[in-house]
């Protein structure tokens, strides 16, 4: 359930805190600062983290179900092993980011900044990753049945070793690795 | 405003509960399934289901209407009677739905239907069929799809950028995540 609510914070430290004390399920923190922030295995399902900077944080088995990240800054950040089902994604900046073991279950990565991220042994299945950028992105040994790669720029992706059927209809597939 | 979301067995459609905080009435947007954790939620946090809202008349949409009906008789809204089998309050483009003190109004996008309708909350709108993240719904004729893309270019993408989008199937999106990124919509 979500009731969303402000999550009241006068700092940025403050707002760490109450992260890490398990009080960001369906918290609004759109546009909020938590770039290089150690952000390890806290709960941010379905809060709403439009346009965040969360730039080099880490994000390591962080819950983010159902989340919203579109247009969130994203670089370099550690989210291996997180949980994305269901996060929205769309327009988020992703570039170096490390996404290893996510689950990206039905997320939404429409329109996704993804240059060289790691999707290593993740899960896309029934994903929505169309008209996004993927150049040189590791997907290898992920699960990709069902995604929907439609108008996606996968030049230079790894795709070895991934498992199931995706869409790939209009994607760019220059000199990707099966 | 109480939002949940639940991945039914059918078709893995999506249905959505809203309810209003102050008078713990709900509705639910498309019954694809009774979910066990449908009633869980309900009862857990002391809700009354007034309204099930159907925005098309597919089975994985409407499959879950016997059960809910015969546990809470809540009244069907939808944009066509009967709606799969029950009597429904038929609505139109610009009526308004109100549960609680939650109004929400109602925006016809037919195509994937000729009865499809959303209903729009002042920063959600729940779309059924007819727009997906990076998709839309599949159409019968060329004449549909383009008034599928017609009514969503013309009643969704022209609310403000942020609202959110809870559709059918698959995640969630905003108006300007589609808008600019949506395949079916931009070169």
């Known amino acids: 359930m979500t009731t969303f609510a402000q999550l009241a914070a006068n700092d940025r430290d403050s707002l760490i805190k109450a992260l890490r004390e398990g009080r960001g399920k369906g918290a609004l923190l759109c546009n909020v600062d938590l770039s290089e922030c150690d952000l390890q295995g806290v709960d ?5 983290l439009s346009r965040a900077n969360l730039q080099g944080a880490n994000l390591t088995k962080a819950n983010l179900r159902g989340a919203f990240l579109d247009w969130a800054n994203l670089r370099n950040a550690s989210l291996t092993d997180a949980c994305m089902e269901f996060a ?7 570039s170096d980011a490390d996404c290893s073991g996510a689950d990206l279950r039905r997320s939404n990565m429409v329109g996704i900044k993804a240059q060289r991220t790691l999707f290593r042994d993740a899960q896309l299945y029934y994903s929505r990753p169309g008209n996004g950028n993927f150049r040189e992105a590791d997907f290898s040994g992920a699960d990709v049945q069902r995604a929907i790669f439609r108008r996606a720029n996968l030049a230079g992706a790894n795709l070895s070793k991934t498992t199931g059927t995706a869409n790939f209809d209009q994607a760019n597939l220059e000199g990707v690795t099966r | 405003m109480i939002l949940a979301h639940f991945l039914t067995a059918s078709n893995e459609s999506n249905s959505f509960l809203v309810a209003c905080e102050a008078t713990r009435e709900a509705f639910l947007v ?3 399934a009774f979910e066990p954790a449908m009633s ?8 009354t289901l007034k309204t099930i809202f159907i925005t098309h008349g597919h089975y994985d949409h409407t499959d879950g209407l016997d059960g809910l009906i015969a546990r809470y ?16 309050d038929v609505v139109r483009h610009g009526d308004t739905v109100s ?15 000729p009865d499809m309708v959303c209903l729009h909350f002042d920063r959600m ?14 159409t019968s ?23 959110e989008l809870h559709t059918g199937h698959g995640p969630s999106s905003t108006v300007a995540i589609e808008s600019q990124f949506n395949p079916f919509f931009v070169d």
Do not use: M, W, Y
């Not at chain 2, 549960?99 to 037919?110: D, E, I, Q, R, Y």
């Open chain 2, 73 to 88: 008789h809540p009244r069907i809204v939808a944009g066509q009677t009967p709606c799969a089998g029950h009597k429904a």
């Open chain 1, 88 to 94: 929205v994604l769309g327009a988020a900046d992703l």
């Open chain 2, 40 to 47: 869980e939620f309900i009862d857990a946090n002391r809700l």
């Open chain 1, 44 to 48: 941010l399902s379905e809060a709403r």
């Open chain 2, 99 to 113: 549960v609680g003190n939650l109004k929400g109004t109602v925006l016809a996008t037919p195509g994937h239907t």
């Open chain 2, 30 to 32: 498309d019954a694809g």
């Open chain 2, 141 to 163: 004729a060329a004449a549909a799809a383009q008034q599928q893309l017609d009514a969503i270019r013309n009643h969704i993408f022209t609310l403000p950028p942020e609202t």
């Open chain 2, 125 to 138: 709108v729940f779309t059924g069929d007819a727009l997906f993240a990076g998709s839309v719904g599949g």
